[in-house]
Structure formats: C-alpha cells, structure tokens
C-alpha cells in the first residue's frame, strides 16, 4: 500500500527563476551589445504529503539574485515523520515555462515550453550507495532509496542497531547555460527618411522561466513488492535479506 490514503501523494518543491535579457539598439550598424539583467531567484515550496519532509537549504523559500552560469548547489534529504516505515524515492524535473502562464483557470500548473532546451538546464547528482538510479533521463530523473527509512513515531528494526528517520543527503547542483545569451534573432529596421538602422535583438529564452522540481513518495514495507508496482509503476522489485528493495533501472 501506498503511506496515504489520498492519491496522488507527493512532497513537491520547485526552484523558479525568470531569465531576462535586454539588448541595446545599434545605430547605423555600428555595433550592437547585450546586456543581462538578473532576476530574483525564488523558491516555492508546497507541502502535499505530511508523512514525509525534505530537508534543504537552497530550497528554503528564501530569495537570492539568480545568475546565468552560476552553480547552485544544496543536500536534500527525505524524512519520514509519519508512523510507519517506507520505502522512499525522489522525482526530480527540470523545464522551461512562461513565467505567469498556469494550464487553465482551475489548474494552476505552468506550461511548459516545450520550445526551449531542457538541456540548458544542467543538473547533476551525487549520492551515497543507499541510492540508486531508476530512470536517468534528460527531462526526469527518478532516484529510490533502498534501505528501510524508519518512521519517527518509534517503529525500529528487528535487529538492536539504531535506525534513523532521515535518508543519507543527495547533492543536487544545476546552473543555466550561459549558451542561451548567444540563442538569438537578429532584426534590422531601416528608416527611409533618416537612413538610420535600428537592429534589434530578439532572444529566445528572455522572460522564460525554468524550474527544478523534487518530489518525494513513499510506500508503505508492508507488501512492499506489490506496493511499487501498484504506486510508481516499478516492475521485477526485489528484496534482499536485509530488507533493502532493488528495482531495475529503465531507460528513458
């Protein structure tokens, strides 16, 4: 069984942040410059499931200014607050939208921009062997964790070693390619009168923003084989003698 009774049941947070690019007009051809501006980067943090938390730093719902090529980097680790032990995974998405466009009046869900190049967002992730990869795609990448993750409501092991609540930390670093300054068209307008050009620039990805989103979900160890198959879709799960579930890795 799924750790909820309400489906879906997630943990979700989002890093968004608003590329925007300015250009200078040319006169007469001369010459043309480009100039950034940087926008606030913000985090948006919505609690969707209460039997389970994630801590982190960068994630914090604080602010700070977003810069094109910088890394960001942050630990994200799950914790089980509810009252029975899960098995955990994480769902990690990166995409482009346009910064206040939702999918319908009712669903507040940005739209993606399926114009724009996922692969500008560039995100890498380290972690300690208790983690292993599910899906590594370039859109999703879906992480589980494999040991038991003990609920904080006292439920231990079978055996007298201690337990803890809280997954080992998954480094997440991602920054923005600087590539998409250069990702532009060039428009020239000629005054007849004058003979004075203006060219403009028009940028592919200003005013875009992207987000990287950490979902996090648990089912319950109980019947945990069919649990994954039922929950996440997880086919050929296994269990080891030491209660750590294996779950072949999928292409993308």
């Known amino acids: 069984m799924k750790n909820n009774k309400k489906l879906p049941v997630i943990f979700l947070i989002s890093i968004i942040a608003t590329v925007s690019l300015l250009t200078l007009a040319t006169i007469n051809g001369a010459r043309a410059a480009i100039k950034d501006e940087s926008d606030e980067f913000s985090t948006d943090i919505a609690i969707k499931d209460l039997d389970l938390e994630l801590e982190s730093e960068l994630f914090s719902g604080e602010s700070e200014e977003f810069v094109i090529g910088k890394e960001y980097s942050d630990e994200i680790r799950v914790v089980n607050t509810g009252t029975m032990n899960e098995y955990v995974r994480l769902v990690i998405h990166k995409y482009w939208t346009n910064a206040d466009e939702v999918t319908t ?23 300690d062997q208790n983690w292993k990869y599910y899906k590594e795609g370039d859109d999703c990448i879906i992480i589980y964790y494999s040991p038991i993750l003990y609920s904080a409501a006292g439920e231990t092991s079978e055996s007298e070693e201690a337990v803890t609540n809280k997954t080992t930390p998954v480094s997440i670093s991602f920054y923005v390619d600087e590539a998409i300054k250069s990702d532009f068209e060039r428009d020239d307008n000629k005054d007849e009168e004058t003979g004075i050009t203006t060219t403009t620039f028009i940028y592919k990805y200003d005013g875009a923003s992207f987000y990287v989103e950490i979902e996090a979900d ?12 039922s929950a996440w879709g997880a086919r050929d799960a296994s269990i080891d003698g030491n209660k750590n579930i294996f779950i072949p890795q999928i292409s993308d």
């Open 105 to 127: 009046e009712d669903n507040t869900d940005p739209v993606k921009r399926t114009d724009l190049d996922s692969e500008m967002i560039n995100m890498s992730l380290s972690f």
């Open 218 to 229: 648990g089912v319950q160890t109980h019947n945990a084989v069919k649990a994954v198959v």
